[in-house]
């Protein structure tokens, strides 16, 4: 029962002002002892837990002794990182050390409904892009925050938990280009060997179910029954979408939750391991070097920084860097290798001159499309500060408390305007049981940095209307960013520019107008038309200059409020030695650099048709492989 005032938590930050702590922390203690009282009645031992206690790291990972050298040193604990010391460490002749800038995940992180809230935690980097002309209208100085995590898990520990694996023409893709031993066929296994799925409607033919990671079947409201029934309307399958046995489909939520709780891969992959010998874990270690011999181009180790003093570590093997898409673009440049022209800007001496930091992919959402209903069947304060719905979350992990933030269904569709000759989505759509101010504005808009006028305008009236959002998502953006160094100090955070809906034929920003058009198809259908759907009428400030509904509007609208769902890849790119954009090779080894590998959401080529989380982990597995084989390890 320790889990038992966590609801009560997440209704009290919807309903308080942030800075309002001590009503917060008041109202916590009163309500956890109601709830307590409750409880007890029922004959259940109850031990309230304090707030303090319920924002705190938990330090999961025994204290061992670092050394001064390794076999292999893992920068960074994410998606990709957790995995690799898992698998590595397998080698009991091997020692292994993973660093990680983060702390452990607190008991709050573990609430699904909690998602949106994470972003305000320590648990967040707080990058923001750089300012774009005309993007971004709608929010506060025009710059859109980009989300990433900062603790044991990385970005696990405060994504949407939504587990979704791509479509396999995106592998297909990834081979023909150069890359072998990563089309669909070769790296299904490792998404089957990393996942430990209860899914009740699941293809097991394509599901594992003796993994380290749980995937599990989420909360389904009244309203996600309707929108898949509404999905068929218009001709869309029921599918098991992560089977890949149909492209085109529609489907509650896979989510990547352990009996109904938050399932990092930190939790997945380090917890049920920490107690190797040969496997070292550091928190608060922050990476600031990578050594590198000048002479032999050959990595020796990294420079670390913790609790105020720095550290050298030794690799007689390899360095991998997991460090994320941005941070291990960083470390690279930091090091010599990188652009030359911007390494010379910055007075660092060139190692080897390789495209880092470009080729930014990253999926653009719009939150925009909100219908009102004329029943009660969202998400409400009602079902959620229910004694019937606390008991059924921290008893059985189940009930409202499960839901991903509110979101609870996907569908792929392919859009008139796709060039794609193969049978893959375009867009994916995804389900909301309410809208931005379900939480009555204080997290959903302030992570998307959604300007007060426009919120108040736009979302603010409808408060206490119910209503569904569907959020659409392009797959396969032609636009391209990239990022840069700011300066030399790796404590300073790199330029980020996303350039979104730059592509020359406005591709980009067309298949979104047509993906909108392809919702409001969705509206109209009986499913939604039996509970009175209809489009929130008000314009976006900004776009009001144009005829609501119009073409012309969404184009305006998209540039005003469209956002990031945090899936930036790309900028360390795996591709053969003849493309100039490739910075690592299939095996992931970086050209001209002896044992350095790079092991994340950097090296994916291009954006796949799915969210990233489930990608990493794979890309995790694979590579634990690949560095296994190259010793002449046994595989598992």
Not at 306 to 321: D, M, N, T
Not at 481 to 498: I, V
Not at 544 to 554: K, L, R, T, V
Not at 586 to 614: M, Q, W
């Amino acid at each position: 029962m320790n889990y038992a005032t966590l609801a009560i938590v997440c209704f009290l930050f919807s309903h308080t002002k942030p800075d309002d702590v001590a009503l917060l922390e008041t109202t916590y203690n009163q309500l956890s002892g109601v709830y307590q009282r409750y409880l007890s009645k029922r004959g259940d031992s109850v031990q309230p837990i304090p707030w303090k206690s319920m924002s705190q790291p938990i330090n999961m990972m025994p204290k061992k002794r670092i050394s001064n050298e390794y076999d292999f040193i893992i920068v960074g604990s994410g998606s990709a990182g957790s995995v690799i010391a898992n698998r590595l460490s397998e080698i009991s002749d091997w020692r292994i050390l993973l660093l990680e800038a983060g702390k452990g995940e607190n008991l709050w992180s573990r609430l699904p409904l909690a998602a949106p809230t994470m972003a305000f935690t320590p648990y967040n980097w707080n990058y923001l892009a750089e300012y774009q002309h005309n993007m971004s209208l709608g929010f506060e100085q025009h710059r859109m925050l980009w989300p990433r995590g900062k603790a044991l898990g990385g970005t696990s520990v405060i994504n949407f938990m939504i587990y979704t694996r791509g479509n396999k023409w995106d592998f297909e893709r990834w081979a023909a280009q150069g890359n072998p031993g990563w089309s669909y066929k070769d790296i299904l296994k490792y998404y089957m060997k990393s996942e430990n799925s209860k899914l009740k409607e699941a293809d097991y033919r394509y599901h594992g179910n003796s993994g380290y990671w749980s995937t599990e079947d989420i909360y389904r409201s009244e309203l996600v029954r309707r929108f898949v029934e509404a999905g068929q309307e218009l001709g869309l399958s029921r599918i098991d979408y992560n089977a890949n046995v149909e492209s085109f489909g529609i489907s509650p939520i896979q989510a990547n939750v352990e009996r109904g709780r938050r399932h990092t891969v930190a939790r997945a992959f380090l917890h049920p391991v920490r107690q190797r010998p040969n496997l070292h874990i550091l928190t608060s270690a922050f990476v600031t070097k990578v050594l590198i011999d000048p002479n032999t181009k050959s990595v020796y180790g990294v420079e670390y920084e913790r609790g105020g003093r720095v550290y050298k570590v030794k690799a007689s093997k390899e360095v991998i860097l997991s460090a994320g898409t941005f941070n291990s673009a960083q470390l690279l440049m930091l090091a010599g290798i990188g652009p030359k022209e911007h390494l010379q800007e910055l007075g660092i001496p060139l190692l080897q001159d390789l495209p880092v930091g470009r080729n930014l992919h990253d999926h653009l959402t719009f939150p925009g499309l909100s219908f009102l209903i004329n029943r009660e069947l969202s998400l409400s304060a009602y079902l959620l500060l229910n004694y019937t719905s606390f008991y059924d979350f921290f008893v059985n992990g189940k009930g409202p408390y499960t839901s991903l933030g509110g979101v609870e269904g996907i569908a792929y569709i392919k859009t008139e305007l796709s060039q794609d000759i193969q049978d893959i989505p375009d867009i994916e759509l995804l389900f909301m049981d309410g809208s931005l101010n379900t939480d009555y504005g204080l997290f959903n808009r302030r992570w998307m940095n959604i300007r007060d006028d426009i919120y108040n305008t736009v979302f603010a009236p409808t408060h206490n209307i119910p209503s569904w959002t569907v959020f659409p998502m392009l797959l396969h953006p032609k636009s391209t960013g990239y990022l840069k160094l700011r300066s030399t100090n790796p404590r300073d955070y790199p330029l980020l520019y996303g350039n979104y809906f730059t592509d020359p034929e406005q591709q980009d920003i067309n298949t979104f107008v047509a993906s909108i058009r392809y919702i409001q198809r969705l509206a109209r259908t009986r499913a939604f038309q039996e509970i009175g759907s209809q489009l929130n009428p008000t314009p976006i400030p900004g776009c009001d200059m144009y005829d609501f509904d119009s073409d012309d509007y969404w184009r305006c609208a998209l540039r005003s409020i469209s956002v990031t769902l945090h899936h930036q890849v790309g900028t360390v790119k795996m591709g053969p030695p003849h493309d100039p954009t490739s910075v690592v090779n299939h095996e992931l080894k970086v050209y001209g650099v002896k044992r350095l590998r790079v092991s994340d959401c950097s090296v994916i080529p291009f954006a796949v048709g799915a969210h990233t989380n489930a990608v990493a982990v794979m890309v995790g597995e694979k590579t634990a492989d690949i560095i296994k084989e190259n010793w002449g390890k046994p595989t598992y």
